[in-house]
Every structure is written in structure tokens, then in C-alpha cells.
């Protein structure tokens, strides 16, 4: 008898393009120093899970304070989307369905006032990225196909 893998649990969240007056794209450097994702280093978009109840484009909003405290009223319709496997900081394994969408921003200071201790834990930089330093880092960006995204839609 061959056991078959529970399915996975669904998780959306709502992902931001953040980009200034010069179409830089705000990242932010992930580094996991303890659980199942030690040693992991990475830069991504600020963005999160969708609470019960809320759309795609209300996360966005609310994750958009959250985690930069730029304030928006509209995000508009997303701009990309992407389903895959992805771990979580706890270890469990979900399946991730993500939704982009794009704010422009003039002022580029940031505050973290908002974050949650796990953000604080693991959230250890930011950077505005031009779209050639993008294209030629060495460093783990996801998703993978962040500058080509931004180039498909015209953004970049």
C-alpha cells in the first residue's frame, strides 16, 4: 500500500514591486541564521499573506505599510502572478500563490515601525536595485524572474 502526501495548504500573498522616480526596485536582504531555513540568504520583494477576508490588493496595501510604511489607497490590478512550493521560516511547506503589484514612490525612506519580530529577526537590509545591477548580481533574488517580469509589463 503506497501512502500518498497530504496536499499541500494553499497560502496567497500579495507581493510588491516597489520602484522610486528612477525605476529602482526596493528589495529586501532575507537571512535566516536558525530552523529549517539556517543559512538561507536572499533578496525579495516586501509582501506577505493574505488574512481571512481580505483581497490580494488589501494585502498589498496592508503588507505595503507593514513593511515600508509608504501608505497607499489603490494598488490597482495585479500585474503577475506565480504559483510554486515554497517553505516557510516554521518549515512547513505550502503552496504559494503570489500576486504582483506595482507602486511607485518618490520618497524613499523607509521605516520598519511596523514589523513583526520574525521581520525584524530575518529582514537584515534593504536597497533600491537599477534593473542592470539586477540583471548582474551574483546574489539569490526571487523570484527568479524579477527583471523580466518588470520588463514584460513595460516597467522597466
Known amino acids: 500500500m503506497t501512502l500518498e502526501a497530504a496536499p499541500l495548504r494553499r497560502r496567497p500573498s500579495a507581493r510588491l514591486l516597489v520602484l522610486d522616480a528612477d525605476s529602482n526596485l526596493l528589495l529586501f536582504r532575507f537571512v535566516h541564521k536558525d530552523g529549517p531555513m539556517a543559512g538561507a540568504d536572499f533578496w525579495a520583494t516586501p ?6 477576508g481580505e483581497s490580494f490588493a ?23 502572478e506565480r504559483e510554486f512550493e515554497l517553505q516557510l521560516p516554521d518549515g512547513e511547506r505550502v503552496w504559494a500563490l503570489e500576486q504582483f503589484f506595482v507602486i511607485h514612490v518618490v520618497d524613499r525612506a523607509l521605516t520598519r515601525d511596523a514589523w513583526t519580530v520574525l521581520e525584524r529577526e530575518v529582514m537584515a537590509g534593504h536597497r533600491w536595485w537599477s534593473a542592470a545591477e539586477l540583471a548582474t548580481t551574483t546574489a539569490t533574488v526571487w523570484p527568479e524572474n524579477l527583471p523580466d517580469m518588470l520588463r514584460a509589463t513595460g516597467h522597466w
Open 58 to 80: 488589501e494585502a498589498a496595501i496592508r503588507e505595503l505599510r507593514e513593511e515600508t510604511g509608504f501608505v497607499a489607497t489603490d494598488v490597482g490590478a495585479s500585474m503577475a
Open 47 to 52: 509582501g506577505g499573506g493574505v488574512e481571512p
